[in-house]
């Protein structure tokens, strides 16, 4: 919870802002139902042409890296005896698992991301 929060928060005070800056016809009804912000690589690839790709593309980006560090953070100084290099393990660890799952996703359902 506590490294969802300061991510979560960034993530929709930026895209409050966007959607004041934003035309409504630049903004898809589909692709940013949940934020307007497109802080990763998903932009790069067609996500009708390649749905696989646009979902590793969004994986990575700058929120995702920032979540990433604070969840390590976490885990880090809120167990007694969890060290560094296990609290990152874990958090790549839930990261990659997510990765995957959205992969699957993707492969089963290609239609539902165009």
């Known amino acids: 919870?506590?490294?969802g929060l300061p991510w979560h928060?960034?993530?929709?005070?930026?895209?409050?802002v966007l959607?004041?800056?934003k035309s409504p016809d630049d903004i898809h009804p589909v692709l940013n139902a949940e934020t307007l912000v497109q802080d990763n690589l998903g932009v790069l690839v067609s996500p009708a042409a390649?749905?696989?790709?646009f979902v590793v593309g969004t994986t990575f980006g700058v929120l995702s890296i920032y979540w990433l560090w604070l969840v390590a953070k976490g885990l880090h100084h809120t167990g007694s005896k969890v060290s560094s290099g296990a609290a990152w393990g874990v958090a790549i660890t839930?990261?990659?698992?997510?990765?995957?799952f959205g992969i699957i996703l993707a492969t089963l359902f290609p239609?539902?991301?165009s």
């Open 19 to 21: 959607l004041y800056i």
């Open 9 to 16: 928060v960034i993530e929709k005070c930026i895209s409050l």
């Open 50 to 53: 390649h749905p696989i790709l």
């Open 1 to 3: 919870m506590y490294a």
């Open 94 to 100: 839930v990261f990659t698992l997510n990765l995957i």
């Open 111 to 113: 239609s539902f991301i």
